[in-house]
């Protein structure tokens, strides 16, 4: 008997409507989590476009201070509000998004003739991916510092603190992480409310001191700036990349407050009061070109100044929370699609399924922001290295995006040129100049994003190359139940439940043939469980199940197919308690039954599979692999794990 229920893809378009209330809170909640990082460029991109330290430094001259406001204003338009807002949030998977969502429409939608273009782009986005772990290093290093610099314009003399507080603001934040977000995050929405109403403020007493600052928002200032100094403007967009930093997780975080709510977000207060900040920044370098060493905390009246650098310290762990959380959700996809292996992943709420905390995940992130921290010791220094990884991520999304446009959504190919190419052109740009930083510390997300490249891939690689070997040593389940048929008095059975753990149904699981084969002996009920992970973020547990007798329904023999969604953590007992027992061949019993593992022994062999260094890259991965029992929630004190060697 097979039970098997379509899921269909959920749009935001077709959900029901949802009450005002609730939309609100969904709103909130999006401003105290997706907005974060973007909602914190203001306090160091104008400071670093300006910095004289910078050997590529923009002179302070008026014609300069209007060609980069007006520079940030359009970047920001079309890269945040044009690429991301309006065109990518349009592209989700099953309601996700996300750089892992468009490697999975990639594929999905490739033509049978362009399989190759797209596993080509597929690698693209997993390089992309890749490079999401270098900035998920360095967004809560530039963050924190940058909102504590802000003490030095308070207090000269506390300057030499910066970098021992900023430490100790990183190491409290990760330390909190296994307690999870549900209780804080319920303060962060207001908090970055009163952050983005603060700096509007702020923005507008500056612009009142020089209004005709507001002229930059007129893209003549920025093409002519291009134009008419292009040396020293193509220099500053290194610089002014800073103001999207934080725009892919716009894109990520859909899943969780839909598209209509991140969309008004920003553009009802998170855009107008950037916006805002930007041109009081611009007009107050203006008044005084002395003010650009720190144009945002200098934008605060003095008295207002201590509890800014504080509230810009609660918004930047705030940005530095999102981005870490980023982290977690793209390491659990990444190992549900094959990328990585078993993660342990810990749920930190009942209520909300995507509030999760994966300990090696985050004590390796916290080793390397802190490792940041004290040797870069600025936000400036960092921030060469920091424009690096976001550009090459919006410029891989803009490529999926533009394949999608012919592939998925049809349109005509003069459309999609039309509208990729100018995208495409000011990302490139971007990428172009972020490539003289290179010896500044743009090498830093690049040798980051490679190394996380490698090991994903090599591990995809090689966990390909062992199924393959695996499926030589089980054989064929079919010609193995024949042969416990036509031998049945040959093992022993034994009352009880027994559960085999395999990837399909083509082959037998290891421990079953070892347990027949050496011991002699067979389970009264034997149930073979398979669990697929799909390229889609979640499945109802009532669909997608398919049970098959095997060909035989008086054996006490059946497998079981289940799926699961890759955001969805496998949950083995509860899977099996759902059956119904005229479709398992008799009751399962699930309070006495033995689970059975096969575990795998890796060696590196002689065969051409894969370069010598990747197969001992790959079983070293191999050890790092969460204990399958705790991954599928099975009971440890009725586990059995039966191993087996193999060469790659």
Same mark, same amino acid.
């Given at each position: 008997?097979?039970?098997?229920?379509?899921?269909?893809?959920?749009?935001?378009?077709?959900?029901?409507?949802?009450?005002?209330?609730?939309?609100?809170?969904?709103?909130?909640?999006?401003?105290?989590?997706?907005?974060?990082?973007?909602?914190?460029?203001?306090?160091?991109?104008?400071r670093?476009?300006f910095?004289?330290?910078?050997?590529?430094?923009?002179?302070?001259?008026?014609?300069?201070?209007?060609?980069?406001?007006?520079?940030?204003?359009?970047?920001?338009?079309?890269?945040?509000?044009?690429?991301?807002?309006?065109i990518?949030?349009?592209?989700?998977?099953?309601?996700?998004?996300?750089?892992?969502?468009?490697?999975?429409?990639?594929?999905?939608?490739?033509?049978?003739?362009?399989?190759?273009?797209?596993?080509?782009?597929?690698?693209?986005?997993?390089?992309?991916?890749?490079?999401?772990?270098?900035?998920?290093?360095?967004?809560?290093?530039?963050?924190?510092?940058?909102?504590?610099?802000?003490?030095?314009?308070?207090?000269?003399?506390?300057?030499?603190?910066?970098?021992?507080?900023?430490?100790?603001?990183?190491?409290?934040?990760?330390?909190?992480?296994?307690?999870?977000?549900?209780?804080?995050?319920?303060?962060?929405?207001?908090?970055?409310?009163?952050?983005?109403?603060?700096?509007?403020?702020?923005?507008?007493?500056?612009?009142?001191?020089?209004? =005709? +600052?507001?002229r #930059?928002?007129?893209?003549?200032? /920025? %093409?002519?700036?291009?134009? $008419? !100094? @292009? &040396?020293?403007?193509?220099?500053?967009l290194? =610089? +002014?990349?800073? #103001?999207?930093?934080?725009?892919? /997780? %716009?894109?990520?975080d859909? $899943? !969780? @407050? &839909?598209?209509?709510?991140?969309?008004?977000?920003?553009?009802?207060?998170?855009?107008?009061?950037?916006?805002?900040?930007?041109?009081?920044? $611009?007009?107050?370098?203006?008044?005084?070109?002395?003010?650009?060493?720190?144009?945002?905390?200098?934008?605060v009246?003095?008295?207002?100044?201590?509890?800014?650098?504080?509230?810009a310290?609660?918004?930047?762990?705030?940005?530095?929370?999102a981005?870490?959380?980023?982290?977690?959700?793209?390491?659990?996809?990444?190992?549900?699609?094959?990328?990585?292996?078993?993660?342990?992943?810990?749920?930190?709420?009942?209520?909300?399924?995507?509030?999760?905390?994966?300990?090696?995940?985050?004590?390796?992130?916290?080793?390397?922001?802190?490792?940041?921290?004290?040797?870069?010791?600025?936000?400036?220094?960092?921030?060469?290295?920091?424009?690096?990884?976001?550009?090459?991520?919006?410029?891989?999304?803009?490529?999926?995006?533009?394949?999608?446009?012919?592939?998925?959504?049809?349109?005509?190919?003069?459309?999609?040129?039309?509208?990729?190419?100018?995208l495409?052109?000011?990302?490139?740009?971007?990428?172009?100049?972020?490539?003289?930083?290179?010896?500044?510390?743009?090498?830093?997300p690049?040798?980051?994003?490679?190394?996380?490249?490698?090991i994903?891939?090599?591990?995809?690689?090689?966990?390909?190359?062992?199924?393959?070997?695996?499926?030589?040593?089980?054989?064929?389940?079919?010609?193995?139940?024949?042969?416990?048929r036509?031998?049945?008095?040959?093992?022993?059975?034994?009352?009880?439940?027994?559960?085999?753990?395999?990837?399909?149904?083509?082959?037998a699981?290891?421990?079953?043939?070892?347990?027949?084969?050496?011991?002699?002996?067979?389970?009264?009920q034997?149930?073979?469980?398979?669990?697929?992970?799909?390229?889609v973020?979640?499945?109802?547990?009532?669909?997608?199940?398919?049970?098959?007798?095997?060909?035989?329904?008086?054996?006490?023999?059946?497998?079981?197919a289940?799926?699961?969604?890759?955001?969805?953590?496998?949950?083995?007992?509860?899977?099996?308690?759902?059956l119904?027992?005229?479709?398992?061949?008799?009751?399962?019993?699930?309070?006495?039954?033995?689970?059975?593992?096969?575990?795998?022994?890796?060696?590196?062999?002689?065969?051409?599979?894969?370069?010598?260094?990747?197969?001992?890259?790959?079983?070293?991965?191999?050890?790092?692999?969460?204990?399958?029992?705790?991954?599928?929630?099975?009971?440890?004190?009725?586990?059995?794990?039966?191993?087996?060697?193999?060469?790659?």
């Amino acid at each position: 008997m097979g039970i098997d229920v379509d899921s269909s893809e959920r749009s935001e378009t077709e959900a029901p409507d949802v009450h005002p209330a609730a939309r609100s809170g969904l709103v909130l909640g999006a401003l105290g989590v997706v907005f974060g990082d973007i909602g914190t460029s203001p306090i160091y991109t104008l400071r670093t476009v300006f910095d004289p330290a910078d050997p590529h430094a923009v002179p302070v001259r008026a014609e300069n201070v209007f060609g980069v406001v007006s520079l940030v204003f359009w970047s920001v338009m079309i890269i945040v509000t044009v690429t991301y807002v309006l065109i990518a949030m349009r592209a989700d998977n099953d309601g996700e998004g996300g750089i892992m969502a468009l490697i999975t429409l990639v594929r999905r939608w490739a033509p049978p003739g362009e399989r190759r273009t797209a596993i080509v782009l597929a690698g693209l986005g997993i390089f992309g991916a890749s490079l999401f772990f270098g900035d998920s290093m360095i967004t809560p290093a530039i963050s924190v510092l940058s909102a504590v610099e802000g003490v030095q314009i308070v207090e000269p003399s506390l300057a030499r603190l910066i970098v021992p507080v900023t430490a100790l603001i990183i190491v409290a934040l990760f330390v909190v992480q296994r307690r999870g977000t549900a209780t804080v995050g319920r303060l962060f929405g207001p908090v970055m409310v009163v952050w983005f109403l603060t700096i509007a403020a702020c923005g507008i007493g500056g612009i009142r001191r020089d209004p =005709a +600052i507001l002229r #930059a928002l007129s893209p003549t200032y /920025a %093409l002519g700036f291009l134009a $008419g !100094h @292009f &040396g020293v403007a193509f220099f500053a967009l290194a =610089a +002014i990349v800073l #103001a999207v930093t934080g725009a892919e /997780a %716009l894109y990520a975080d859909m $899943g !969780h @407050f &839909g598209r209509r709510s991140i969309t008004r977000a920003w553009l009802f207060l998170v855009f107008p009061a950037c916006v805002l900040s930007y041109l009081g920044q $611009g007009a107050l370098v203006l008044a005084d070109p002395a003010h650009a060493a720190s144009p945002f905390f200098l934008l605060v009246p003095e008295w207002g100044r201590l509890p800014v650098v504080v509230l810009a310290t609660a918004a930047t762990v705030i940005a530095s929370q999102a981005v870490i959380t980023g982290a977690y959700s793209v390491a659990s996809q990444a190992a549900q699609l094959g990328y990585l292996p078993r993660l342990r992943i810990v749920h930190t709420s009942e209520s909300t399924i995507g509030q999760i905390y994966v300990p090696g995940i985050n004590w390796l992130l916290m080793v390397s922001v802190l490792t940041l921290v004290f040797a870069f010791r600025s936000s400036t220094a960092l921030a060469f290295a920091f424009g690096m990884a976001v550009t090459c991520t919006i410029t891989i999304t803009t490529l999926l995006l533009s394949y999608l446009a012919r592939a998925k959504w049809q349109l005509p190919l003069w459309v999609t040129v039309l509208g990729a190419v100018p995208l495409l052109t000011v990302d490139l740009l971007f990428v172009a100049a972020n490539l003289t930083k290179l010896v500044h510390g743009a090498w830093l997300p690049l040798l980051i994003g490679i190394t996380v490249f490698t090991i994903m891939t090599t591990w995809r690689r090689g966990r390909e190359v062992v199924v393959a070997e695996r499926e030589r040593q089980e054989g064929s389940l079919t010609e193995f139940i024949d042969e416990l048929r036509q031998h049945r008095a040959t093992p022993d059975t034994v009352e009880g439940t027994a559960v085999f753990l395999n990837r399909g149904k083509r082959t037998a699981p290891l421990a079953l043939r070892a347990n027949v084969e050496r011991n002699h002996v067979r389970h009264g009920q034997i149930v073979i469980l398979s669990i697929d992970t799909e390229p889609v973020p979640r499945i109802s547990p009532d669909e997608h199940v398919r049970i098959d007798h095997l060909g035989y329904t008086d054996d006490g023999i059946v497998h079981i197919a289940t799926k699961v969604g890759y955001m969805q953590t496998p949950d083995v007992q509860a899977a099996l308690a759902r059956l119904d027992p005229a479709d398992t061949e008799g009751v399962l019993d699930l309070d006495n039954a033995s689970y059975f593992l096969s575990k795998v022994e890796l060696h590196a062999g002689p065969a051409r599979t894969m370069p010598r260094w990747r197969k001992k890259l790959f079983i070293a991965i191999s050890y790092t692999a969460s204990d399958a029992a705790d991954h599928f929630r099975l009971p440890r004190e009725r586990t059995v794990t039966m191993g087996s060697r193999i060469e790659i």
